[in-house]
């Protein structure tokens, strides 16, 4: 394949795989918690071997691609909305939640919880909030539950237990799973500086006409590269058919 064609198929595969980013980012915008996600584009240089121009001079520029550099999280912080029920929970500042999962423990963001049969409170997954003691169970007892600035659950009967909150060193290294749980090799750290605010969901930090602008531009380069594919493929089969005019 031609080395022109080659570099244009090489930003059409990152423009299609940026508009993903930012198509999941838009499914997200009403996601509590959820934090948008971007990529990042590097130029990658293949090395050529030297030609000889027209006018004799030697060569050798490498052949210029785009290449995927990975993506990045935003880690800024979701607007703070108010929804007055007892067990949506907001964490301004630093910190996660953790939850236990089948697959050992998760950390989220997304404070919306509730109470399973069993009177554990949980997440939109089912997987049970941490607290200092393991799990924390809500009795019909407890009545009206508190819970405090530092993460102390108290009810009717006394205290029930304290959410746990953790930071990590390297948010960054955290790997996504699904749209609002992160997993990590890291140690946990404690009193990461975060604080909770009950009858409160932080939301997603994605802002929708950002994306919707991005998602443009991405078209606009995606189009602008077909156009350029399909004006180079044309003047080669113009130059095969005129060479086949020829006669030896």
Do not use: C, W
């Given at each position: ?39 990042k584009f590097q130029e990658f240089l293949s090395p050529t071997a ?73 997440d939109a997954n089912g997987y049970p909030l941490i607290g200092d ?116």
């Amino acid at each position: 394949m031609d080395n022109s064609l080659l570099i244009n198929l090489s930003g059409q595969l990152t423009a299609y795989q940026a508009m993903d980013v930012v198509a999941n980012n838009l499914a997200n915008m009403s996601t509590p918690g959820f934090k948008r996600e971007g990529m990042k584009f590097q130029e990658f240089l293949s090395p050529t071997a030297a030609t000889t121009t027209v006018a004799g001079l030697q060569n050798n520029a490498p052949l210029a691609f785009v290449q995927n550099g990975g993506v990045f999280r935003d880690e800024s912080e979701g607007p703070m909305d108010k929804t007055g029920a007892p067990l949506d929970l907001a964490i301004s500042g630093n910190g996660f939640f953790q939850v236990q999962t089948p697959n050992g423990v998760r950390y989220t963001r997304d404070g919306h919880f509730q109470l399973n049969s069993q009177g554990q409170i949980i997440d939109a997954n089912g997987y049970p909030l941490i607290g200092d003691g393991g799990p924390i169970t809500v009795t019909p007892q407890d009545g009206d539950i508190h819970i405090a600035a530092d993460g102390t659950v108290s009810g009717a009967l006394g205290q029930l237990g304290t959410i746990k909150i953790v930071g990590f060193a390297n948010q960054a290294a955290m790997s996504q799973q699904g749209s609002n749980l992160y997993a990590t090799n890291q140690q946990p750290l404690p009193n990461p500086g975060g604080t909770i605010a009950q009858g409160m969901l932080e939301g997603s930090n994605v802002q929708p006409v950002m994306e919707m602008s991005t998602m443009i531009k991405i078209m606009n380069n995606y189009q602008m590269i077909a156009s350029l594919t399909k004006s180079q493929q044309q003047l080669q089969t113009q130059a095969i058919t005129q060479l086949g005019t020829i006669q030896p």
